[in-house]
């Protein structure tokens, strides 16, 4: 470019003087300079040779920012954040395609519709170690857990292990041990120094064990994290019992996202009567304004097919049966549970499988005689011959 203009001025039969501190005598002038003065000689001799007018050549006085927005090219580039990252091109200056590829293993912008190269040497964000298998990533990442709602400090704090060895696998002598241990010991009281954060962290603990013995999905588990925590900060937990509450809340949540656990089961895995958690459940509708679905008797089928070991023509049997019972109205007002050990029950007799009334309902958690009751139910509302 350097050499372009200079050989433009020789063309032109420019004499560079000096300008801003550069010698006469200095054959390499900056390439702003020189382009200036290619351009006002380039400017001077299309004057002489047309006849322009001085006034068109050599306008009115403007702003700055006048003169810079007639100079500026008229091209439309998507503005990008300074802070960020000032020197990223986001249009094609080729073809104005704005479908750029950022290659990081080579380094390279590109653009996928005419295939220019926009920029190279680009900086990798990703890590410098390379893993294959999940197992590998895992293993070589050095980053945290992510955020959960179902930890007491979200998983934000430090944690001292009690590996009493240092980074070269070597024993720690005892005066450096039992440093450490008082600093494992400060660092769990700062963790949990007030009465809110204790009060979370026996809660969250219930959950977790909660959850293991119910076999609840994670995302579940998060959900009850956030009721719990939502009635933490309304001051529905004073007074109560903090296991009520955090098993209310673990109920609400497979309420609300359909998750087969009844009220009895989640009772007995806590250790609380069944009225105290269902009053605490109470509660966490009426104060924090949570609408829940109607329980769908359907998704009650597997789990009770899967224990009492029906088959799969059996269990699509008795989806039927709760379909149709649905069009005739006969599923409001029931029980979810016992209305699909009915449904179960009537499709073991219609497809000849050998199951009690007594099987089923003691698998379901429910009484032989409300098995029964709705096995009737079914069989008139829908006129069937078992």
Known sequence: MLDHYTTGLQNLRCEPGIHKGFLRENPRFPIYLSKVLYDVCSATLSLSSTGLRRDRLYPARRSGREAWESRRPNITTTPSTPARNPSRVHV?????GVHLIEDFDQGETICQDCGLVLSQNLMSRGPEWRAFTKEEKDERGR????TSFSIHDKGLSTVIDRVNRDAFGRQLPMETRMEMLRLRKWQIRTRVHS???????QAMAELDRLTDKLHVPANVKESSA????KALDNGLVRG??????AAASLYAACRSSETPRTLKEVAAASRIKKKDVARCYRLLLRELEISMPVEDPIRCISKIASRAEISMQTQQSAIRVLKDARKKGVVAGKDPMGLAAAALYVACVLENEKKTQKEIAEIANVTEVTVRNR???LKDALGLAA
Do not use: Q, T
């Not at 980053?143 to 992510?146: D, H, K, L, S």
């Not at 009465?195 to 962290?201: E, V």
């Not at 109560?240 to 509450?245: D, E, F, K, L, P």
């Open 195 to 201: 009465s809110s954060d204790r009060n979370l962290a």
């Open 143 to 146: 980053v945290g857990i992510p």
């Open 240 to 245: 109560r019992s903090i296991a009520a509450i």
């Open 226 to 229: 956030v009721v719990y925590r």
């Open 375 to 377: 096995y009737k139910g």
């Open 92 to 96: 094609c200056p080729e073809c104005g």
